[in-house]
């Protein structure tokens, strides 16, 4: 944190603020930090044809209190006001971050008699043209909320805009309001395409510049007809603080690439990076994806306690600089296999952002070209970590060794200095390792040069966690390997006996020298799997451990239904009135992985959608042996009975429940596993 001068009270600064206020101008700007391989003279992008209004010619950058805070008493007017003063002091709003935005429940119940909105006055005791005031001062801009009903979607039931469109779009200018998001809720069933059409026009009667942020949850296809009305849609449901949630959304937003552009961008909802649900490795990913797909990036969670971590993330100048590239494209996705994903961006400057996304619970080689992300052919090529901050060599091939729901993010030129950086090395491991408690595994690791140039005087090495023991069974270590050529290292590893299952972090670390001299190292981290064998005969898996998990809301359950937040908040598993005593309830998206051990045969469960939801939720059930997909269901409702699944696992390692939303995004999507049993 940067160490200010002393400074008046915001009390004093607001006086100062409300004699100014007539003369007060607003010079806030995205500042879109250079970027690597950028043109010193960049050319200034032409407005879309397209742009509703010449606004948000980059993805709009902010803060959005609903993630955090949701109706609760903290959202207040000092919280908004703190909010603005740390994108100051934090150097955010030097990163690009300009709109500090208000959500639901900033409003009393009633109109006025005059059919005026009203702020809340105990959240806002001095009014929102005040807080818009001092917001303005810091060289930032306000948004507001409001929705396309008679009612907002706060469980009171706020003032919606229906019907009130003009008179409120001319209210919002005269607090001075910058931004509008417009909901969904109460909105009388008039169609959608004309509440969001009267409320543009009412905004652009007003003659201020207003970004219009239209949030009808993707119900009505938005992409497909919204970018002659506003500058950003909602593509999907509301996000929420879970891997689950977030990779759902990422994969419904991914495929609408051909709607973004210059003033009119897919909006798969605000970020989540910071609120707890996810760990920092999660985070990267979602801001990372975010990024690549062009997507407004509006932070979510409250800074005025979030991490250094946190503001690492969220900071982080050459990933924005994906994001605000003035091309406006969205990444498209050129291979997901397995759940080891490829996304590549254009970016102005012909460079390619590159996204080597793992989705799976273990770590993956994910690899690509650079001719398959677009690039022309080159003798070499450079290639930058956007989180490493480093730049190598490479002949063409991009490839790493990705961590358990990671992202490997990269930026990619042909470029004529490649020779003045090291070869790329890339370092991998063959297989997950999984280890039985006092018994030694054997995995073999790889150090390969990508590079145009050679690695010399390489040397590789693995450790793990205290008193486990790591031995070399082969070299470790070669004076050069040339383009394409591979170390390879076979390891002995021991867990020590009584080991708890679980996943141990290992590491496989490189030294090389480039043939100018420089000396690099290299880390890549690996999880280690404590596993114990499964049971003589097998049993029911809610019973076993899990090597992983992951759920679109809450915990995995065990025999009870999914609750959708804390452990141990479901209900009996119950499917088409059949109440199953022994399973596992999810919530899509959900992936659950099981330790087989080569020892099992068959799995068997009776699945659908939990009686708890009504008649709503779609979902289907998938089972995986080994990477190798053995059975599936097709789409299953509510109104459907139990169905029978079971997949022949023999042999496999390592098994695989997945539970999918069944296409039409994660709402009320409750999946059972009932009566799942392995045979062994």
């Not at 100062?16 to 930090?33: E, K, Y």
């Not at 019907?163 to 607090?175: L, V």
């Not at 999914?562 to 209900?571: I, K, L, P, Q, V």
């Given at each position: 944190?940067?160490?200010?001068?002393?400074?008046?009270?915001?009390?004093?600064?607001?006086?100062?603020?409300?004699?100014?206020?007539?003369?007060?101008?607003?010079?806030?700007?995205?500042?879109?930090?250079?970027?690597?391989?950028?043109?010193?003279?960049?050319?200034?992008?032409?407005?879309?044809?397209?742009?509703?209004?010449?606004?948000?010619?980059?993805?709009?950058?902010?803060?959005?209190?609903?993630?955090?805070?949701?109706?609760?008493?903290?959202?207040?007017?000092?919280?908004?006001?703190?909010?603005?003063?740390?994108?100051?002091?934090?150097?955010?709003?030097?990163?690009?971050?300009?709109?500090?935005?208000?959500?639901?429940?900033?409003?009393?119940?009633?109109?006025?008699?005059?059919?005026?909105?009203?702020?809340?006055?105990?959240?806002?005791?001095?009014?929102?043209?005040?807080?818009?005031?001092?917001?303005?001062?810091?060289?930032?801009?306000?948004?507001?909320?409001?929705?396309?009903?008679?009612?907002?979607?706060?469980?009171?039931?706020?003032?919606?805009?229906?019907?009130?469109?003009?008179?409120?779009?001319?209210?919002?200018?005269?607090?001075?309001?910058?931004?509008?998001?417009?909901?969904?809720?109460?909105?009388?069933?008039?169609?959608?395409?004309?509440?969001?059409?009267?409320?543009?026009?009412?905004?652009?009667?007003?003659?201020r510049p207003i970004v219009y942020s239209i949030c009808e949850w993707g119900q009505n296809k938005p992409w497909e007809w919204a970018a002659e009305l506003g500058n950003l849609w909602r593509t999907t449901g509301d996000i929420n603080d879970s891997w689950g949630s977030m990779l759902s959304i990422m994969k419904h937003n991914l495929p609408l690439s051909a709607a973004a552009g210059p003033g009119h961008w897919n909006d798969p909802d605000m970020l989540e990076v910071g609120n707890g649900g996810m760990t920092d490795t999660e985070y990267r990913t979602h801001f990372s994806m975010w990024s690549v797909m062009a997507a407004p990036l509006l932070i979510g969670s409250d800074l005025r306690t979030a991490s250094r971590e946190t503001f690492d993330i969220l900071s982080n100048e050459e990933v924005i600089a994906v994001d605000q590239d003035p091309l406006g494209k969205q990444g498209e996705v050129l291979s997901s296999d397995g759940g080891r994903w490829v996304v590549a961006k254009e970016m102005e400057d012909g460079s390619r952002a590159v996204a080597l996304f793992n989705e799976t619970g273990s770590a993956q080689r994910i690899s690509t070209t650079a001719a398959a992300v677009g690039l022309p052919h080159a003798s070499g090529y450079t290639v930058r970590d956007l989180w490493d901050h480093t730049t190598r060599n490479t002949a063409g091939s991009l490839s790493a060794t990705v961590p358990a729901h990671g992202t490997v993010l990269l930026r990619v030129a042909a470029d004529r200095r490649w020779s003045a950086h090291p070869p790329a090395v890339e370092l991998a491991q063959e297989g997950s390792p999984l280890v039985e408690a006092g018994r030694t595994a054997s995995l073999t690791t790889e150090v390969t040069d990508l590079g145009r140039t050679p690695a010399l005087t390489v040397s590789a090495a693995l450790t793990g966690p205290s008193g486990w023991r790591v031995k070399a069974a082969s070299a470790t270590g070669t004076a050069a390997l040339p383009t394409g050529r591979a170390l390879r290292t076979r390891w002995q590893v021991t867990a020590p006996a009584g080991t708890a299952p679980g996943g141990y972090d290992l590491k496989l670390t490189a030294r090389y020298r480039s043939p100018t001299g420089e000396r690099v190292r290299s880390s890549v981290p690996f999880q280690a799997h404590v596993v114990v064998p499964p049971p003589a005969g097998g049993g029911y898996l809610s019973d076993l451990p899990q090597l992983s998990a992951s759920n679109g809301?809450?915990?995995?359950?065990?025999?009870?239904?999914?609750?959708?937040?804390?452990?141990?908040?479901?209900?009996?598993?119950?499917?088409?009135?059949?109440?199953?005593?022994?399973?596992?309830?999810?919530?899509?998206?959900?992936?659950?992985?099981?330790?087989?051990?080569?020892?099992?045969?068959?799995?068997?469960?009776?699945?659908?959608?939990?009686?708890?939801?009504?008649?709503?939720?779609?979902?289907?059930?998938?089972?995986?042996?080994?990477?190798?997909?053995?059975?599936?269901?097709?789409?299953?409702?509510?109104?459907?009975?139990?169905?029978?699944?079971?997949?022949?696992?023999?042999?496999a390692q390592v098994v695989r429940l997945v539970v999918t939303d069944g296409g039409d995004g994660i709402d009320s999507d409750h999946a059972d596993w009932g009566d799942l049993r392995m045979t062994c």
């Open positions: 944190m940067r160490h200010l001068p002393s400074a008046p009270s915001r009390a004093s600064r607001r006086r100062i603020l409300g004699a100014l206020a007539a003369g007060l101008l607003c010079t806030a700007g995205a500042v879109v930090p250079a970027a690597a391989h950028t043109p010193a003279s960049a050319p200034a992008p032409a407005a879309d044809a397209r742009a509703a209004n010449g606004l948000a010619l980059t993805p709009p950058m902010g803060f959005n209190n609903w993630n955090s805070t949701h109706c609760r008493a903290e959202f207040n007017e000092e919280m908004v006001e703190g909010i603005a003063d740390i994108f100051v002091e934090k150097g955010l709003k030097d990163a690009g971050y300009e709109y500090v935005n208000l959500d639901d429940c900033w409003a009393v119940p009633q109109r006025t008699a005059e059919g005026k909105l009203e702020a809340d006055p105990v959240r806002f005791p001095h009014g929102i043209k005040a807080v818009a005031d001092y917001v303005h001062s810091k060289g930032l801009k306000l948004g507001i909320y409001t929705s396309a009903g008679t009612r907002t979607c706060d469980s009171v039931g706020l003032p919606g805009a229906l019907g009130h469109e003009f008179s409120d779009a001319r209210q919002f200018a005269d607090w001075g309001v910058d931004y509008l998001k417009y909901d969904n809720c109460n909105n009388q069933g008039v169609d959608a395409k004309e509440r969001y059409t009267t409320m543009r026009d009412a905004l652009a009667a007003t003659g809301y809450g915990p995995v359950e065990k025999d009870t239904s999914n609750g959708e937040s804390a452990a141990g908040d479901g209900h009996p598993l119950t499917v088409g009135g059949q109440v199953y005593a022994k399973g596992l309830g999810v919530h899509a998206a959900s992936s659950v992985e099981f330790y087989a051990g080569g020892a099992c045969g068959s799995v068997t469960a009776q699945v659908g959608v939990d009686d708890e939801k009504g008649t709503k939720g779609s979902v289907a059930f998938e089972i995986w042996a080994d990477g190798t997909k053995a059975a599936s269901t097709g789409v299953l409702t509510n109104a459907m009975p139990p169905q029978p699944l079971s997949a022949d696992v023999t042999g």
